[in-house]
């Protein structure tokens, strides 16, 4: 084909292309320009110029410019010339109707646009490769942002990258363009764009189908068609958008369909294995800007598979670290020997939490009592140095809407997210401020200030796993959160466990030191023993792990102002002495006590009242030579005590330690319980023997009387001596 441009006295045509090889005069034309002649002259007239015309009349290109003659009521010459003079690209032609008179005139100008036209073909090359290096230039800016991209979000700078680009290559038509990723698995469109400005409207999303459009575009992105558009105009428009802001999850990206896309609108899909680059406009693409778009897909396709090999690697890095983290609390609870080891399991989780860098302000685990709604909490903070610990503690969960809903959501093993945002927010942190549950000042101030909070809540079986985040939290941090609950569940699952053996070899200690009091108690024969008792009583005290520095019996006298005490102190017997239960705040406590309804007493003594206490005690004149045995064994008294006093029916165990042991105020009790049953039967059994023994002596003196009853002479009376005296040695 040559391709033609046509002047006549009317103007000039627009550019055509006719065949070479099928047209006579044409074909002759092109024979000539082969034959490197300088020029050429065709004539033509009846049949062969009738048949010529009719031959261009075929040719849709160049029709509509005949017809428009035809239908001026004009005809076709009869008889025509065509004269071409030649230069190296074509030749300049003039079509006459009588013999052109001077063709060397025609080729002297073809000389001269010869010279022209080499210019110009120079001029074109030198644009073309300028407009190339333009090309490059973009597409080099484009590929160097996209394999800069270390995360997905990223794409929309590189589609703000692309309208700029486009807009400097000259490319203007359009109102939209971007980057649009095919998830087939979601059945969803990942779509990053810019608004008509250039700027960036975030990830929003797309149906992948649903509707002829979106069918009709799937279709061409599966078959991998490289240039593929649609024009959607009118109702079909409006559906069809109405159908895609379904899944925006985008307000201004739904504002800028409704109110910039055109109508009929145009969009564009250059398409690539992992999705497509997408632009809208109001009118087609010229082929230059089709072809130019598609080669920026290639280079971008080249690119982003590179950046989905890296995501990959990330991801499966990121997947070892996590798994690392997660290893290292299963390895922390694996390792747990005891229930108090919880706290460290607990700060491990913390720890390798923070390592994980999670888009978190702070975080906990809470344990939660489904009887008093309250929970049990572990959490990390701020200290006033402004250094990171960790904080627990108890707070209810009916305090706030948020902790109410989360008590809800652990009933039913759900997940929860809240958002605390305005004056709800700072009432949240009013409420925290005054509960049991105290955070730092520095915490609570900058929580307190944020416009937003994230809360979120994963629970497990026992409790569950929050944190809170000043921005809305990612779903993969969630979902690391999760992994994180899981394993903790196993944690506190084997706390479970431990606690439960450790309560279990507890009782067993307790059961064991019982039975060593038992036995000793059951074995006394005389009430001398009690102070060896009462060693045994404070060596099993302390090997229970209570701090007592003193402990033993007291029994009552019968108007119960005054106890025989037998006590150990650190081990060391001290002799019985009378307790007298008055005269001083401490003592009259402890007679009111025993007089009482009570069945435990707790005494806290320290300071001037402990002074009283103990100078109140050297008035006993039995009790001085004990304060110099303690003196000469090198001990002291102590200057803070806690006497803890369980009655029985014949008086009172005293137990002296040198801290507060609530946990140990059931052993006490126990203690008592068994020293009650033992000095009960120790009782019973001296009673027994002194009416044994009472029985003894009646029978005794009932054989000497006898004797002596059954004299008939005086020398008998020696043998009533004898039976006597043999009564008196059995005795």
């Not at 609390?329 to 229930?339: E, F, K």
């Not at 302000?361 to 140095?385: A, K, N, P």
Request: negative net charge; glycine residues 6%; proline residues 4%.
């Amino acid at each position: 084909r040559d391709r033609f441009w046509f002047a006549y006295e009317k103007g000039v045509l627009p550019p055509a292309s006719i065949p070479n090889t099928t047209d006579p005069a044409h074909k002759k034309m092109y024979q000539g320009w082969k034959s490197k002649k300088d020029h050429l002259a065709i004539e033509a007239s009846g049949a062969d110029l009738k048949k010529h015309y009719q031959y261009m009349m075929s040719l849709p290109e160049v029709r509509p410019f005949f017809q428009e003659i035809l239908d001026k009521g004009l005809t076709f010459p009869e008889w025509q010339q065509w004269n071409a003079a030649y230069f190296r690209q074509g030749y300049l032609m003039i079509i006459s109707v009588e013999p052109y008179p001077e063709p060397g005139i025609l080729k002297r100008f073809a000389t001269v646009f010869d010279q022209t036209y080499t210019r110009f073909l120079d001029l074109k090359k030198a644009e073309a490769q300028a407009r190339d290096a333009q090309i490059e230039a973009a597409l080099e800016k484009i590929r160097t942002r996209t394999m800069a991209m270390q995360k997905g979000e990223e794409l929309k700078e590189v589609a703000v990258l692309l309208y700029k680009e486009l807009i400097a290559l000259g490319v203007t038509n359009f109102v939209t363009c971007g980057y649009v990723e095919i998830n087939e698995e979601k059945g969803r469109q990942f779509t990053w764009v810019t608004s008509p400005g250039g700027d960036t409207l975030g990830l929003f999303y797309l149906p992948l189908t649903g509707d002829p459009t979106f069918d009709e575009r799937y279709a061409a992105w599966k078959r991998q068609q490289t240039v593929f558009h649609q024009t959607v105009a009118g109702e079909v428009r409006s559906n069809h958008l109405e159908y895609a802001i379904t899944t925006f999850n985008s307000k201004e990206a739904e504002e800028m369909v409704r109110s910039q896309f055109p109508d009929p609108t145009v969009i564009y899909c250059f398409n690539f294995s992992h999705g497509y680059l997408h632009l809208v406009t109001g009118s087609k693409l010229t082929e230059e800007e089709e072809e130019l778009l598609a080669s920026i897909t290639r280079e971008y396709e080249q690119t982003y598979a590179r950046f989905l090999d890296l995501k990959k690697a990330e991801a499966q890095a990121r997947e070892a670290q996590i798994e690392a983290s997660l290893e290292r609390v299963r390895s922390q609870t694996m390792a747990m020997h005891q229930s108090s080891d919880l706290e460290k399991s607990a700060e491990i989780v913390f720890e390798e939490l923070e390592k994980l860098d999670l888009s978190i302000e702070r975080s906990g685990i809470g344990i939660f009592d489904r009887d008093t709604r309250s929970c049990q909490l572990w959490t990390t903070g701020l200290s006033g140095e402004g250094k990171k610990e960790l904080m627990t503690g108890t707070t209810s969960l009916t305090i706030h809407p948020m902790l109410t809903a989360t008590f809800d959501a652990w009933e039913v093993q759900e997940p929860l997210s809240y958002v605390l945002e305005g004056t709800e927010l700072k009432k949240y942190y009013e409420i925290v401020s005054k509960s049991e549950f105290i955070l730092s000042e520095e915490l609570l101030d900058k929580s307190a200030s944020l416009p937003k909070e994230y809360y979120h809540y994963t629970p497990f079986g026992a409790g569950g796993l929050y944190f809170f985040s000043d921005s809305e939290p990612p779903a993969a941090d969630i979902q690391i959160m999760r992994r994180f609950a899981e394993v903790f569940d196993m944690t506190y699952t084997r706390y479970e466990d431990l606690k439960k053996a450790e309560q279990q070899a507890r009782e067993a200690q307790i059961e064991a030191a019982l039975e060593k009091v038992r036995s000793r108690t059951m074995a006394m024969q005389h009430s001398d023993e009690l102070p060896e008792a009462a060693n045994v009583l404070f060596l099993e005290v302390q090997a229970l792990g209570i701090p007592a520095w003193s402990c033993g019996y007291n029994i009552l006298a019968e108007d119960k102002k005054s106890a025989r005490c037998w006590m150990s102190s650190e081990g060391t017997l001290q002799k019985p002495f009378t307790l007298r239960l008055w005269g001083e705040a401490s003592f009259e406590e402890k007679g009111d006590f025993i007089r009482g309804d009570r069945t435990f007493l707790v005494q806290e003594l320290g300071g001037t009242a402990l002074e009283e206490h103990y100078a109140h005690m050297l008035s006993f004149p039995d009790l001085l030579p004990i304060f110099e045995d303690i003196k000469r064994e090198g001990l002291s008294l102590p200057t803070y005590q806690i006497n803890h006093l369980c009655k029985f029916n014949h008086g009172f165990l005293l137990f002296i330690t040198y801290e507060k042991v609530p946990n140990a105020h059931e052993i006490f009790k126990r203690f008592t319980t068994v020293f009650e049953q033992t000095y009960t039967r120790f009782l019973d059994l001296k009673l027994a023997e002194a009416q044994a023994r009472e029985s003894k002596i009646e029978t005794a003196m009932e054989r000497v009387r006898a004797r002596a009853l059954a004299m008939q002479e005086p020398e008998e009376l020696k043998e009533v001596v004898q039976v006597l005296l043999s009564l008196i040695h059995i005795s």
